[in-house]
């Protein structure tokens, strides 16, 4: 029992060693600024890694710019056939930016099929928005401003249920986030998200 306390006790010091720093806004509401105004701040005991990607380039999330042609090479490899059929079905998919989230909790889920679209179209952007064939590449440019304005829509009306582990739903949520703002960049730069 004193053993399990004492771990108890001790995951519970890192957890708040680690949350301490960051300040997050008290409340969300459908008619929340824009990502821009949220005012977060985050900082870390632990020192910066000392590889980090060459500033200003994007995208540097899962994919480099130098290796968009590679990952567009392998696109046509039979053993990739089933993710990039399911890549096409969420890319072509419709997509309604102006719905609001809600209260997300482990009762109701995390809306993962609504930033899975997100995710899939800024994709969709950052592989596709240069294309040659006319037709993908204003789908992509199309797909682009639709996941920033999905984005945007979802982390300015979700709010978590208190007293619920939202871990898994905020966790995801940051990390389609962080996907969208460094695929669509330049679309963000443009409509004045910073």
């Not at 739903?169 to 330049?186: K, L, P």
Request: glycine share 4%; proline share 5%; hydrophobic share 40%.
């Amino acid at each position: 029992m004193k053993k399990k306390f004492l771990s108890a006790l001790i995951a519970l010091t890192m957890v708040f060693t680690v949350i301490s720093p960051i300040a997050l806004p008290t409340t969300v509401s459908a008619e929340a600024a824009p990502l821009n105004n949220y005012n977060i701040s985050i900082s870390s005991p632990y020192a910066a890694p000392s590889v980090t990607p060459p500033a200003g380039e994007h995208p540097r999330v899962m994919v480099r710019d130098v290796y968009v042609d590679r990952v567009r090479e392998n696109w046509d490899n039979p053993e990739n056939s089933e993710a990039v059929a399911e890549f096409e079905r969420l890319a072509n998919a419709s997509i309604d930016v102006n719905t609001s989230v809600g209260t997300l909790n482990g009762a109701n889920g995390y809306k993962r099929d609504q930033l899975r679209l997100i995710e899939a179209k800024a994709f969709d952007y950052v592989l596709n928005k240069d294309n040659e064939d006319t037709t993908i590449k204003e789908r992509a440019r199309a797909n682009g401003s639709n996941a920033v304005l999905g984005m945007d829509r979802f982390l300015s009306t979700a709010s978590y249920a208190s007293g619920s582990d939202v871990c898994r739903e905020s966790g995801y949520a940051i990390f389609v986030a962080s996907e969208v703002y460094d695929w669509c960049y330049d679309k963000m730069i443009k409509n004045n998200y910073q």
